[in-house]
């Protein structure tokens, strides 16, 4: 029954007398039903202490003024856009959902256009697919009352939404309380753009592992480390987060360093980083690992030409793979079943996997060189294939490591220095190895292993002394193995390091706290005063009502005594 209707007098039961009975009857003026789809994202409080009517975000819990002919539901429709809590994308679901379910579809414009921007940009679909003939007719024949967007409102609401995003994402930036991690890479496209990409990595409040890409924009010329600075320190304070870097990994080479350099010192200028920025700069571990390998497959010998243009001899032509594959037919036990794929210059590791796909396919290459004259060059001999078998094997490890700490999805910090000492075992039994083919790449490797990893990163190594199954233990089993007599200083080295940093956060939350104690000490006297106040005022109340009590008992008792002495 509605709180707003009055009482009336009615009569319940037949042939029996008539009895009042009250009821909640409709009042006079009805209440009209809330019927915009924005209540489906807010829970209705009621009137406050002012009579006016509150409505409760259900993602982020925030209270706004809404209801009602003066405010209605403008302000939390707003709120829509701008809440960090609901996804956007959902809410058109949802609302599809439930009309559905209610029998009827109502479009709302302005959802289902943010909704096509958003799958415009996620299948990176052209902007004038809105102006094909038959996609229009297609739109129409589905719902005649939709009116598709131009290629130009179709623009304009991606910007809209990209907007949107990104001041969610800003206030997710400002509002957590922990450090942010950069990664930053520039490059040339094939019209001779350069580009620049930063990249925010931090965790959120629910303690999960985010990345986000802060810009990707045009970055023209010159591409010298100071201009670098500038821009990437530009990107930092539009985000608002320029005093809140811990670090910043970028890849190796020396424009990046003068960029480090410049970029550390104007952070650095109101004290933001920590250590003095010590901790600043951290070098691409992949993009090491890359330089390592990439130069000395340089000197692996004619074998791995001869696999390359082997391929690319077959990969040419339909009919040619048509006729490798028959020859399959021939050799018992072996199947054609990973496709011969080609590397990459720019990437060591497709070289690693172009041999690999080969290697299993030998004796296919022997028998297609003796139907195919022209593949006789291409096809290496017996122990040619011995020697990159071997290759391979030695590849192997950096292939693994490379596609480990190349994962997105997962953390890296605590791998990098198993990875980084167990390559650094394989390039010291490289330089025993009998093949002298594999002993002169593993002392080229290990040159170019000195000049960047000689002393390991020491803030990615806290990384495996912070995780539980590695700790302090496995630095000191680690470094003995590289080198007993350095192996104490430099565990002591990376101890040291950490227990700065723990006291750095320790008198920054030190200072955090007295900032914050100083207000609520203020405010504990106050209500230490009140609750005084009010303590006093019940104990008064309480030994009032007491001494009633006690004069009713007595009352009582000499009433029942007089009683008594009367029949007596």
Known sequence: MN?????????????????????????SKRLRQATSDVWNFFKKLGPDKDGVERAECKGCKKVFKAGGKRYGTSTIKRHLDSCTQIKHEDIGQTIAELQLKMGSLKIDLGVARDMFAGYVVAGDKPFNMVDDRRFRNWVKYISPTLKLPSRNTVKADIVKVHKREAAKLKKILVSIPNRICLTSDLWTSSTNEGFICLTAHFVDENWKLQSK???????????????????????????????????????????NDTCVKHLKST??????????????????SAHILNLIVQ??????????????????????????????KECFED????????????????????????????????????????KEAGFREYCPSSDEWRRTEKICDFLLPFYETTKLMSGTSYPTSNLYFLQVWQIQLILM????NDEVLIRNMGEKMMIKFKKYWEEYSVVLAFGAVLDPRFKLNTLVHCYNEIDPISAKDKVEHVKSKLYKLFEVYDQNSSTTVESSSQPSSNFSQATSSAIGTQLIKIVGVSIFIY????????????????????RI
Request: charged share 20%.
């Open 429 to 432: 039994n490289s330089l025993k």
């Open 547 to 566: 001494l009633i009590i006690c004069i009713f008992y007595f009352s009582c008792f000499l009433i029942h005594i007089l009683f008594v002495m009367q």
């Open 267 to 284: 952070l650095d200028v109101h004290g933001s980083l920590l250590c003095g920025g010590e901790f600043f700069h951290v070098r691409c």
């Open 3 to 27: 709180s707003e209707t009055v009482s009336n007098l009615v009569t319940t039961g037949v042939g029996s007398e008539a009895a009042p009975v009250e009821i909640d009857a409709p009042s």
């Open 295 to 324: 130069d000395e497959m340089k000197i692996c010998g004619d074998a791995v030409c001869k696999i390359r243009e082997g391929i690319k001899f077959l990969r040419k032509s339909e009919s040619r793979m048509v006729k490798f």
């Open 213 to 255: 890409i802060l810009n990707f924009c045009h970055m023209p010329p010159p591409h010298t480390g100071y201009e670098l600075s500038f821009k990437i320190f530009t990107l930092l304070t539009e985000w608002k987060v320029d005093k809140k870097i811990f670090s910043i990994t970028l890849d190796n080479p020396s424009s």
């Open 331 to 370: 050799i018992e036990g072996l199947e054609y079943t990973t496709a011969l794929c080609l590397d990459v210059p720019t990437r060591w590791n497709s070289l690693y996997a172009m041999l690999a796909s080969a290697i299993p396919y030998k004796k296919a290459f022997e028998l297609y060189k003796v």
